[in-house]
């Protein structure tokens, strides 16, 4: 399948007939904020050039709350009930690369030893349309983290705009050429193209961030005093867990419907929460906000690396563009570059 | 298939310890998943109140008796309050077993050093009585075991019944203050008594679980003491909640305190980030 297109005509005569074939759609939403389902009222959105999405789309893998099981109690005693399963057939378009990516790093987590099949299972049933990128602002970062916007590291098929207003079309998974064979009547084969992108994919990254330096800092750093003053802006609100596309903190609560039956559910949480860690002594081991923001960088560059082989961030910039103490998780990592830098021009 | 959902047990007995710590003796309420049940001494489960929540606890009770499971707890939340109020025959959910153990195994042939403080008794109980119904296994075993105040004592039935055990040497202590009048135990926190007891290093295991502060001033007890970092093994209390290494919550450096854990050598604690 080398030379597959598909023109923006035929992009949106596709999702009619998916639409039709009860496919659940999901797509950029209009304001950008988050992934919204497409019902037909409004159509997918394919830009390039559009910023990412102030929500990641982890939450259609991983949402926000899940339950798990319902419980009921009567005389008998108490009997659980499983949630319904989601195996309705699922498809995201343009998915940016830092948003694919992460789904190959979250299924390490969900998938060492004991595998956590509601996050499988939705994985399963989605294919994933990435869109290369032309956008590119001070808090874009792909490029530090062993990604680009032309990653296309977790889509199941990538898509890269032409000038003519078409799409590239690349098969990356099985799962993804599966699907191109079913719906091959809206895919077009060209000898060659002699199109361009539409516009050069934004490499214009400017951060100085050289990560073979910072994971080596990080191994030997646990004590430094830098992490007073990374941590000191914090407010602890989370926002940055929530936004991320690789965070996956969670609380598992009961919610009650009345006194006989409720369910119990697995909630989005964050490590920057003071709770997070809390014992129930009241001996808290991550006592302070610059214990708990040390925490999210090391998990993020040192720890999740040491133990699954992959960073723990897509360089998405998303919780800097959102953190309302303006904390640039890239400018903590230029910090530290240039630390360990000075660190070693003096020895 | 559900990671996350319990099997149903029901509680069989309800013993008062102290006036905030109980412990519920548990069968599971399908046979098949009760006759399939196997754990191994130090390992942990989730425990649960359908509409209160799940609660962290080691197994108390010992994997050579698995006719039943044994928890105990104290109230300090909300899963543990309304834990205090549930009566024999309720049910609970349980997952688990969760989490690594004590080498037993490797322990066999030596002496065994139990040392406790408070509610920690609770997982080194399961070792202890692991080792003493395998008996034959093990060689000298010496219990310390201290808590605030003689009324915080938990298992005082089966300190009287290891106190009068042949062979095995069984001292308990309580804080200064916490004394009764009556009261023909030892006086002083735990590392002093360790220190004053002085039980022998060569060739011994010493299994310890406690607070966080008798730990730490225990540790170089043992370490005078001439016990190898090595020999010295704990367990952990991180706060969790999915047991499955998933969660994140119990995240010490790169290791998962419930699955790499909660059973760690001195020597490995040594390597930790301070974050337990």
Redesign the interface.
């Known amino acids: 399948m080398e030379n597959l297109f598909i023109t923006e005509n035929d992009l949106n005569r596709l999702t009619e007939e998916l639409l039709k074939q009860n496919w659940n759609i999901i797509s950029p939403s209009e304001d950008n904020k988050s992934f919204k389902t497409v019902d037909g009222s409004n159509k997918i959105k394919m830009n390039p050039e559009a910023a990412p999405t102030k929500i990641s789309f982890k939450e259609n893998f991983f949402p926000r709350t899940e339950p798990l099981f319902y419980f009921k109690s009567n005389q008998k005693g108490v009997e659980l009930i499983e949630p319904r399963s989601c195996n309705a057939k699922t498809i995201i378009f343009g998915a940016k690369p830092c948003d694919a990516a992460s789904v190959p790093i979250l299924s390490k987590v969900f998938n060492w030893d004991y595998r956590d099949d509601f996050f499988n299972q939705r994985v399963e049933n989605t294919i994933i349309i990435g869109l290369a990128c032309c956008y590119s602002d001070e808090y874009c970062f792909c490029n530090s983290v062993g990604l680009s916007p032309n990653s296309e590291n977790g889509s199941d098929i990538f898509l890269e705009k032409l000038n003519d207003g078409s799409f590239e079309v690349k098969v990356v998974t099985e799962k993804g050429k599966g699907f191109i064979e079913s719906f091959k009547n809206f895919f077009s084969q060209m000898e060659t193209s002699n199109l361009l992108p539409a516009n050069a994919t934004s490499l214009n990254e400017k951060r100085n961030i050289d990560y073979a330096n910072i994971k080596n800092w990080l191994d030997n750093n646990f004590d430094n005093k830098f992490w007073n003053s990374a941590g000191e802006l914090c407010l602890g609100c989370g926002l940055c867990a929530f936004v991320c596309p690789t965070c996956h903190c969670f609380d598992i609560i009961d919610e009650n419907y009345d006194l006989s039956c409720g369910r119990r559910a697995k909630n989005w949480d964050s490590c920057q929460f003071e709770l997070f860690t809390k014992h129930a002594s009241g001996h808290n081991p991550r006592d302070t906000k610059e214990k708990r923001y040390r925490q999210r960088i090391m998990h993020k560059f040192k720890y999740y690396n040491d133990r699954f082989g992959k960073i723990l961030c897509t360089g998405c910039g998303r919780c800097s563009r959102g953190c309302p103490a303006g904390i640039d998780i890239a400018g903590i990592l230029e910090d530290i570059n240039s630390i360990s830098s000075n660190i070693i021009e003096t020895i | ?6 099997e ?1 047990m029901i509680i069989k007995d309800i013993i008062d310890e102290t006036p905030d710590i109980k412990t519920f003796r548990l069968q599971f ?1 399908d046979p098949v998943v009760k006759e399939k049940f196997n754990f191994k001494a130090g390992q942990f489960a989730e425990y ?1 109140i ?5 609660c962290t606890f080691c197994i108390a009770s010992s994997p050579t008796r698995l006719d039943y499971v044994e928890c105990s707890f ?1 109230q ?2 909300k899963v ?1 309050t309304a834990m205090k109020k549930l009566n024999i025959g309720d ?1 609970i ?1 349980f997952r688990g077993p969760y989490g690594n153990y004590f080498p037993i195994e490797e322990m066999k042939g030596k002496n065994i050093l139990f040392i406790a403080g408070g509610i920690g008794l609770a997982p080194v109980r399961c070792v202890i009585w692991n080792t003493l119904d395998l008996r034959e296994y093990f060689n000298d075993i010496t219990i310390i075991y201290g808590a605030r105040t003689v009324n915080d004592l938990v298992y005082k039935n089966e300190l009287n019944i290891w106190q009068s055990m042949d062979g095995i040497k069984t001292v308990v202590t309580v804080d200064p203050g916490g004394e009764k009048a009556d009261w023909k135990g030892e006086v002083g926190f735990v590392p002093s008594i360790v220190e004053k007891v002085s039980p022998k290093s060569e060739n011994t295991i010493a299994i310890i679980c406690g ?2 502060i008798m730990i730490k001033f225990t540790f170089p007890a043992l370490l005078k003491l001439g016990f190898s970092e090595e020999n010295i093994i704990t367990t952990l ?3 969790m ?2 047991g ?6 119990c ?4 290791i998962y305190v419930c ?1 790499d854990g909660p059973v760690f050598t001195y020597s490995q604690l040594k390597n930790l ?1 301070d ?2």
Do not use: D
């Open positions: 298939m559900n990671i996350y959902k319990p149903l309420k649960s359908f509409g209160e929540g799940e104290k300090a939340g543990t049910t959910g607070p966080p209390e991180n706060r909640k999915c499955l290494g998933k969660c994140g919550r995240n010490v450096g790169n699955k980030p974050e337990f």
